[in-house]
């Protein structure tokens, strides 16, 4: 199955820097990966934590694509407890066509607590929530009229006021260590977004969440494509393991902290180095190319075939350095995988092989041509 490539951005963006001059940056990331060949850039939707600084997935999007000619978009994800159904479905439907197809919806109940419960929302409740939505915005998006009434929206006749540019429109539902985004996949024949594919745990039951999606799909009379099913992990690449250390030093312990309040596992306090702990645990690529190849081939190895492999971007090194991980990915990750460069290697080991063979042709063609012009000049004179 051909392996596409992509991006995954959160943000991480350290909160003692200018956010005005982090988010045109993003943008600039945009156009870099889109010039470099990269298939997808998915970005996220946060509302509190000071690092995540994007809110709205979507205006983002709206802004990167007209600065970009080719890469894909993807909301990663959309968190559909906070939103009305009714207007996250015009607001996806309208961003299609704005462009022109290039956006996938991904979706999912949300991540951070303090979102949740700035918004008077039970966290328990999240992924019930987010079925609700589910159910709604597909109908929707289909072009039906719904009424349908919960404890937390209620929709009247309601009908979206644009259908998608798309047909069909993709969607993907988030799916971390549990099996809910697999469940919620199978039923609606979704994509899945694995947003936490190398995490300790959630690696673990990177398989048994598929299984899931695949026995609830038939269930429902659907089937899971491999090909749309995309695994993120954290990435940094130089041209040289210690140059990829040292690269991270400019901002992974600023990371390590914020990590430790956002996620519901602690990043471990044993006193080794948090470059080792992430390396050595699979949990992230701090090396080189062949590195991100060893962690995509691993990945292979515990979920089988996957469509997409989207690099997380976590602000661990400093911008320029940043910028050189995705070139030297896309210069050396990209081909391994697409196999562009197995002709070009062939015919460069024919030529190897038969060096001498070819160099005695070449001198038996210039002696003829030698031979034949000392002859022309015989007859000439």
Known sequence: MPLQHGVFLAPYHPNEESPTTWLRRDIELAQHLDKLGFAELWVGEHHSGGFEIIASPDLFIAAAAEVTRRIRFGTGVMTLPYHNPLVVANRIAQLDHQTMGRVSFGFGPGLLMSDALMMGIDPEKTRDMLLEAIDVIVRLLRGESVTAKTDWFNLVEARAHLLPYSQPLEMAVASAGTPSGGRAAGKFGMSMLCVAASQVGAFDVLASNWRIANEVAAQYGNTMDPAKLRLVAPVHIAETREKARENVRH????????????????????????VDILIDSGRAVIGTPEDAIAMIERLRGKQGQFGVFLAQHVDWADWDQTMKSFELYARYVMPHFSGANANRIATYNVMAERVEEFKALRRGAADKAFAQHEANQLKVG
């Open 251 to 274: 901002g992974l312990d600023r990371w390590v902290r914020y990590y430790d309040m956002a996620s519901p596992n602690p990043f471990p306090k044993d006193g080794r180095d948090p």
